[in-house]
């Protein structure tokens, strides 16, 4: 059945929505500006208060979840199921593991690049898999495990062009990109702990998504906006790349931002595009499918990997190709995308097809965080 163009609309809102998301927050660390107190220019490197922006995008899906139930319940037959009361404290323990890992992945953006982090976070199928199998009682059918493996080949092909490029460019130090392919790794663990807690504590309530992401993004948004206040005086070392060396300087962003003004720019872009892109994939979703959403998500790590080339953030090398192509068999294994392809054969089981399903629903109807 061909797709109406709405539908087309929301894919394209989702493709675009989402490369910006990545790209922009790239974008604002390729700056650099001097900051307080007339110190040497530096780039901005500053990924805590990127994640705040991030909590502020996803608390503004809050926000659009209350115009459209005020807007449906004016209508002759409201449509719009708000879902059951429950307890936002139920939120606190996700949106800590957002925060966490969101914040994880903005330092690591810093340190790699921006194809290799998009293709990276592919690695949470791997422990989203295994911790719903130890937490949740889940089975995993032959598929699925099969493309777990899979997917592990393609993020060790991914971590050896990344050593390749290390050592072959000056846009990254060989430390900084292992360092930051690691840091993006142990985000995907964190992530997947999120999931589990979001489907076994949250998700059987009843609650609206775009309900969930906008509590969870005002959670993130306020316990990290306090954090700041101490990390502006825990020092770091050679961790950090403000003049102070602390965890954040928050003052310094600011003066960066008033010496360069464009960094304002990309830092909207990344707050606007987080909170179209949840609510894009949301609907995606609902309207076309679960796999859609997937394809779609798969599809924006070209778009990002061809921008970050043509604009000279990063050179061409042919094992990214190899390692992404490994990655995107392993996630369509993973979400059943070849049930198609063998429906026909004897050997495609119901049950499959139903484990497959519900795997792929749980897994990509939760909302997608740029991110999170």
């Known amino acids: 059945m061909a797709w109406t163009k ?160 290390g050592q072959r460019d000056d846009t990254h130090k060989l430390n900084d990109v292992i360092t930051g392919d690691l840091l993006i790794i142990m985000a995907q663990i964190i992530a997947a702990v999120q999931m589990v807690l979001e489907e076994k504590f949250v998700y059987k309530h009843d609650v609206h998504p775009l309900r969930a992401v906008g509590t969870e993004g005002l959670f993130g948004f ?59 994939g949301i609907s995606v979703t609902k309207e076309i499918s679960a796999t859609t959403r997937m394809v779609l998500d798969s599809l924006r790590t070209v778009v990002i990997w061809v921008v970050s080339l043509a604009v000279g953030w990063e050179q061409f090398h042919g094992l990214q190709v190899l390692g992404f192509i490994i990655l995107l068999a392993g996630t369509a294994l993973y979400n059943g995308l070849h049930r198609p392809l063998v429906a026909k054969l004897p050997c495609c089981t119901a049950e499959e097809s139903s484990s497959s399903s519900s795997e792929r629903s749980r897994l990509l109807g939760t909302g997608d965080k740029e991110e999170s």
């Open 6 to 165: 709405y539908q087309l609309l929301l894919a394209a809102m989702m493709l675009i929505t989402g490369s910006i998301n990545t790209l922009s927050a790239k974008w604002a660390d390729n700056f650099s500006a001097s900051g307080c107190h007339g110190s040497a220019s530096h780039t901005f490197s500053h990924p805590f208060l990127q994640a705040v922006g991030m909590f502020l995008g996803e608390f503004s899906c809050l926000a659009v979840f209350y115009i459209l139930l005020c807007h449906d319940r004016r209508a002759p037959e409201p449509k719009m199921n708000a879902g059951q009361p429950f307890n936002p404290l139920l939120f606190l323990p996700p949106a800590v593991c957002d925060m966490l890992a969101t914040s994880i992945m903005y330092v690591a953006l810093n340190m790699t690049s921006a194809s290799s982090f998009q293709m990276l976070r592919g690695a949470v199928i791997i422990f989203t898999g295994l911790l719903s199998v130890a937490f949740l009682n889940r089975r995993l059918v032959a598929s699925q495990w099969a493309g777990i493996l899979i997917t592990i080949l393609g993020l060790v092909v991914v971590g050896v062009a990344d050593f390749a490029s």
């Open 222 to 280: 306020i316990i990290l906006t306090i954090l700041l206040i101490p990390m502006f005086y825990i020092p770091v070392g050679d961790f950090s790349n403000n003049p102070r060396r602390v965890l954040e300087d928050a003052l310094d962003a600011f003066c960066q931002i008033g010496n360069q003004p464009m960094i304002v720019l990309a830092l909207l872009g990344n707050i606007i595009s987080i909170a179209f892109f949840n609510f894009a």
